[in-house]
């Protein structure tokens, strides 16, 4: 690539097996959820070793129904760290209930029990960690810490599909919500799984996905929704359509290939950094496991280098490379910089990371050349 070629943050990887594969179903008269939909489901409840999956179009409305399901609603408190998407933040608060934020730990960027044990009150009715950037997790002390309090533990997978505990991959069980919007590993345009070994939950955020009808919105026997179907609760209309589920179906199969070309990239940045004092690459994970390299993130040493995250970020603009930040805290957006009741903690290594960290390219068609161009951009602009 020429330096004056733009080169994003992230691009889906597309081949054309993915586009013949969402052809076929556009020319087949039905695109809406249909046998794709169920073999996406199928096959992401396989490749995990989960009891049950249902796909939604997207871990938003994953994360909304988990939590409605389990009854969340005014007067409760949920425990989630503050580094993190600011979506699950908004659906706790829109349920009513209060978000209380956990700190992460300053390279990881992952809660711990030792920081969410502490926050848990009689109010307490759900904890929701994070796998960050693709990173494992350190679940066993959190799900010990639930399992002793009686409180239901979601996982925040959005960035983890592909991700593993030594061998095991996450969402094997407990309750997990994957993403697919189309930064992630794998897309399907737009789109979200929660996968979990609870029948009775699964059942329920079927239902709720499509207006809380006593039946799913296809039927393979007659392509449609059978007439004696009624509302057995109000429900919502995230139901995926065919024609984004094939997509994922054919990007499932390719997932493993897309982590190791990222896994690549990623050693390639690290052995990079490594003589760039400036920058601060994240700490290695919590547990052994397979990293699936959703994002590399950075931290800005803005002392060292004499300037802001913001101002660093726009340098790298302006040389073409574009870059993202993930995520702002939670706790610093006004509304709820305005709410003083969802923090109960110290936030010190969140704010000490919310002002530094940023996301470089990194995604399987960058090549080594790209991410060479993009550690010389950055060595330039610290001179």
Not at 42 to 64: E, F, I, P, Q, W
Not at 149 to 169: F, K, N, Y
Not at 292 to 314: K, P, Q
Not at 320 to 327: M, N, P, W
Request: hydrophobic letters at 40%.
């Amino acid at each position: 690539m020429t330096t004056t070629t733009y080169l994003p943050f992230s691009r889906p990887t597309m081949g054309e097996e993915e586009v013949s594969a969402v052809a076929e179903v556009l020319r087949s008269g039905w695109i809406t959820t249909g046998r794709h939909c169920k073999q996406l489901e199928d096959d992401c409840a396989a490749m995990t070793g989960a009891r049950h999956a249902v796909a939604l179009t997207s871990a938003t409305a994953g994360m909304h129904l988990v939590l409605q399901a389990l009854g969340i609603g005014p007067g409760d408190e949920v425990i989630t760290p503050s580094m993190t998407w600011v979506s699950t933040v908004n659906l706790i608060t829109l349920l009513g209930a209060t978000p209380v934020f956990a700190d992460v730990d300053r390279d990881t960027l992952m809660v711990s029990r030792e920081t969410v044990e502490p926050l848990i009150g009689e109010r307490t009715k759900a904890i929701v960690p994070v796998h960050y950037a693709g990173a494992p997790l350190d679940l066993a002390p959190l799900r010990a810490l639930a399992a002793e309090r009686g409180i239901p533990l979601i996982e925040d997978a959005a960035h983890a599909i592909g991700t593993r505990h030594g061998d095991v991959p996450v969402g094997a069980s407990g309750t997990a919500i994957f993403s697919f919007h189309p930064i992630k590993n794998i897309t399907t345009g737009e789109g979200g799984m929660v996968v979990t070994d609870d029948a009775e939950l699964a059942e329920r955020v079927r239902r709720l996905r499509f207006h809380g009808l006593g039946v799913d919105s296809y039927d393979r026997e007659v392509q449609g929704r059978s007439p004696q179907s009624e509302v057995l609760e109000p429900g919502f209309k995230y139901n995926l359509p065919d024609m984004n589920a094939v997509l994922g179906v054919v990007q499932l199969r390719r997932l493993d290939e897309f982590i190791a070309r990222r896994a690549e990239l990623a050693a390639v940045y690290a052995r990079e950094f490594a003589s760039l004092d400036e920058i601060l690459p994240l700490g290695p994970p919590p547990v052994a496991g397979r990293h699936a390299w959703h994002l590399y993130i950075v931290r800005l040493d803005t002392e060292r280098s004499g300037r802001t995250r913001e101002e660093f970020m726009a340098a790298l603009g302006e040389r073409g490379i574009g870059t993202g930040i993930h995520f702002r805290a939670a706790h610093g957006h006004r509304f709820y910089r305005e709410r003083p009741e969802a923090q109960r903690a110290s936030l010190a290594a969140t704010e000490w990371n919310d002002s530094r960290l940023f996301s470089i390219p990194l995604f399987p068609d960058l090549t080594e050349e790209d991410v060479r161009r993009v550690v010389n951009a950055m060595r330039e602009i610290l001179k």
